[in-house]
């Protein structure tokens, strides 16, 4: 059995009391999720995060500090056999916010695969419930306990 791992890195932007999260719908599901995807091969963590708010968002970002690393197993809802291991960062942006933002959960403008948008919660109403994965639900629950 050829097992494999998934590391993914996400950023956790925090902004006027509210934390940035997208939703993606990936193979027809309606995901949400911290801003962040995966490490390619030869990449850095750091780097990554920094790729992948520069290709979502079109801005770049600075790294504060590491936030939370998986410390249980999860494997990848999309992939079996493969463990998700994710990297989370605390990071705000450089410059002012000029990227769209809804203000509804899943407010796509087509519905195609892999579209996503993003969008604000507030610190005050994070939850657990809000996200789609088991590692972001431990996260959000970790943010509210520390800027909530």
Not at 11 to 17: E, F, K, V
Request: overall charge negative; charged content about 30%.
């Amino acid at each position: 059995m050829n097992r494999k791992f998934n590391v993914r890195v996400y950023g956790i932007c925090i902004h006027n009391g509210n934390v940035l999260v997208a939703d993606e719908l990936i193979k027809g599901r309606e995901i949400t999720k911290f801003a962040g995807g995966g490490l390619e091969f030869g990449e850095g963590t750091l780097d990554c995060i920094k790729r992948e708010f520069k290709e979502e968002t079109g801005q770049e970002i600075e790294v504060i500090r590491h936030f939370y690393t998986t410390d249980f197993f999860v494997e990848s809802a999309f992939k079996p056999e493969s463990q998700v291991i994710s990297i989370y960062y605390l990071v705000k942006f450089i410059s002012d916010l000029s990227f769209a933002v809804k203000n509804k959960k899943f407010d796509f403008l087509q519905r195609t695969s892999d579209e996503f948008v993003f969008r604000w919660i507030s610190l005050k109403a994070i939850s657990e419930n809000e996200f789609t994965f088991v590692i972001d639900k431990k996260v959000a629950e970790m943010i509210k306990t520390e800027f909530a």
